[in-house]
């Protein structure tokens, strides 16, 4: 399944849900992401957390995730969220969560 999307400005982030699935579009300085909306230590969702270059910090404990690879650092959670690709047109993003 794909969704088309707005772009969002820049160091924001947006909770979506795509087929059923927590996403969050991140836009950090201009590239857009989409992750996983949950921290894989305690299972919060991951939208109130700052973007600071291509990581997000989760909001409870403070774990930074990779938003191009999700991969977690620190060493609360060795475990990676998931990423989703996007295709960007114009002002149009499509998330594709096909195959994930
Ligand atoms: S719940 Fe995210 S770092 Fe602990």
């Known amino acids: 399944m794909t969704k088309t999307q ?3 400005p820049e160091n924001t982030t947006l909770p979506l849900i795509i ?12 590239t857009h992401y989409a992750i996983e909306n949950n921290c894989s230590h305690q299972d919060t969702p991951l939208e109130r957390g700052r973007i600071r270059g291509n990581f997000i910090c989760c909001p409870l404990h403070g774990v930074r995730f990779n938003l191009e690879t999700g991969e977690p650092m620190g060493q609360l959670t060795k475990k990676a969220i998931q990423t989703y690709p996007i295709e960007e047109k ?11």
């Not at 087929?19 to 201009?30: E, H, M, P, Q």
């Open 6 to 8: 707005k772009k969002i």
């Open 19 to 30: 087929d059923g699935r927590k996403i969050l579009l991140c836009n950090a300085n201009g």
């Open 90 to 100: 114009g002002d149009l993003l499509t998330i594709n969560i096909l195959n994930i």
